[in-house]
Structures are given as structure tokens and as C-alpha cells.
């Protein structure tokens, strides 16, 4: 893993899945000879619905990897670096689907600007209809649609806590924590229904998602599209920095950051 060391933030999906989710990853090593130095590396994550793809290191090491090894019809390829990007791209051809410029961005504690005007919620199990009914009526373009017993195992994780802002019995706003390491731990899914944005909530769920992500891991990052003007001032606002602008490349299907 000294490879995935040299940038802990960048790397944090290669380190948490080598950590947590190795039985369930493929990893492939480029070695060059007679050394058997580690030229790069390609982690692959078998979703239900598509593969997640991260290639790390050399640009010869990445185009041997990817040359290897059987791309899925369906794939993202995320946090790359535009070199790393210019070598998927090149490899998928015309099965590249749309490409999207992103930043990575972290909070310390020193940065952090908490700022919470509604009352938000630590979702737990009893929360799983309304969380359920959410995911299916709100985020439909994700894919989800998972099962009530999904979602309860979902909120039972304590490691990846999900915080939310509940009106008239239903989710309006929602941020959460979708993975940590001893280095950062990411929030994500930072969404509010379309008729009550403007009104702060997002910073509210922000706020409250990242307060956690630094109690877990000391620093907390997230993702977010470099033309989503609104949310980079929100997150700006709560106090997230740029720690690298990246690419975010799709293959057979549209899954935008």
C-alpha cells in the first residue's frame, strides 16, 4: 500500500476498500522487472449495477493494467488524475461516456465552520421507511432501490452514519458519511428536495456530516462536480479547501459525481 500512502486523500476509496472490502475487490499490480517494482495498480469493485475502476500509478504501469484486464460494459472510473483519465480514455475509445471535471476537497478542524440552523437527525433503524421512501422517490437517477431489511442494515452501520433534516414525516434534506480511514473519512449524497432549496438545509446536513467525519478520522473530504456552483459555496461556506482537481470518467452509462 505504500503506493496508496503517497496521497492518503486522493487514494482513501484504494485504502478503505484494500482494508474493508478486500474479499469482495479484485486488485491488479503492475511489477517491472528484475526489481519486481510496483509500477501502478488497478482496484476494481464489482457493484450490483456497475463496476467502480481506480488505476494508480505510472502511465506505463496504468496502460499494461488496463490493457489486461476485462473492462465491465458498465463503469465509473473516479478521483483520476487528468493523466490517469487520458489513459482510460484512450483504452475505452468510443465506449467512453461522459467525462466530468471534479473537486476534491477536505476539511480540517482548524477550517471548520459548523453551521447548523435545523434540527438534524442521526438516522437509525426506526428511521428505515421514511430513509427507504427517500432513496426511491428522490434519488430514483442513482439506482436505488433497496429493500426495507437493506436499508435497516444501512442504518444499523456505525461507521458510515447518515444525518438528515425530517419534515412533515418525510426526508428533505440529507448528508452522510460513506467511508473512513485512520487519515479522512468522506461525506457524500449531499442532497435536498428541489422546492426547499435556498433555504440552508444543505448547509445544515453538510455541517453536521463533516462535525462526525472529523470526530472519525481527524479530516474530512468530499467530491463535488467543478460547474455545481452552489454546493462548492456551501461547502466553501462550512469550510472545505481544494486538495485536488481531478476527472471523473464514466464507461456504458451516466453516473455524474
Not at 496521497?7 to 479484485?26: G, T, V
Request: glycine fraction near 6%.
Amino acid at each position: 500500500m505504500e503506493l496508496a500512502r503517497e496521497d492518503p486523500i486522493l487514494n482513501a476509496f484504494i485504502i478503505y476498500d484494500w482494508l474493508e472490502l478486500r474479499d469482495r475487490c479484485r486488485f491488479y499490480l503492475a511489477l517491472r522487472a528484475p526489481l519486481e517494482r510496483l509500477e501502478a495498480l488497478c482496484l476494481i469493485y464489482p457493484g450490483e449495477r456497475f463496476h467502480t475502476l481506480i488505476p494508480r500509478g505510472s502511465t506505463e504501469g496504468i496502460r499494461a493494467l488496463l490493457a489486461e484486464v476485462e473492462l465491465p460494459e458498465k463503469a465509473v472510473f473516479p478521483v483520476l488524475k487528468p493523466e490517469e483519465a487520458d489513459i482510460v480514455l484512450e483504452v475505452l475509445g468510443q465506449r467512453a461516456g461522459p467525462i466530468y471535471d471534479a473537486l476534491l476537497m477536505t476539511c480540517s478542524p482548524d477550517d471548520f465552520r459548523p453551521r447548523i440552523a435545523h434540527d438534524v437527525v442521526r438516522l437509525g433503524p426506526e428511521h428505515a421507511e421514511i430513509f427507504r421512501r427517500f432513496l426511491i422517490e428522490e434519488r430514483s437517477e442513482r439506482g436505488h432501490r433497496p429493500t426495507l431489511e437493506q436499508v435497516r442494515r444501512r442504518l444499523r452501520d456505525e461507521k458510515r452514519p447518515v444525518f438528515a433534516i425530517i419534515e412533515g414525516g418525510r426526508i428533505v434534506s440529507l448528508a452522510l458519511i460513506f467511508l473512513s480511514t485512520q487519515d479522512v473519512a468522506f461525506v457524500g449524497d449531499v442532497y435536498t428536495i428541489p422546492g426547499l432549496r435556498s433555504r440552508g438545509l444543505a448547509t445544515s446536513t453538510t455541517s453536521r456530516a463533516t462535525e462526525e467525519a472529523i470526530k472519525i478520522s481527524g479530516l474530512a473530504a468530499l467530491i463535488v462536480r467543478a460547474d455545481n456552483a452552489p454546493a462548492i459555496r456551501v461547502y466553501e461556506k462550512v469550510g472545505y479547501k481544494l486538495h485536488k482537481r481531478i476527472k471523473w470518467v464514466c464507461a456504458g452509462f451516466d453516473y455524474p459525481p
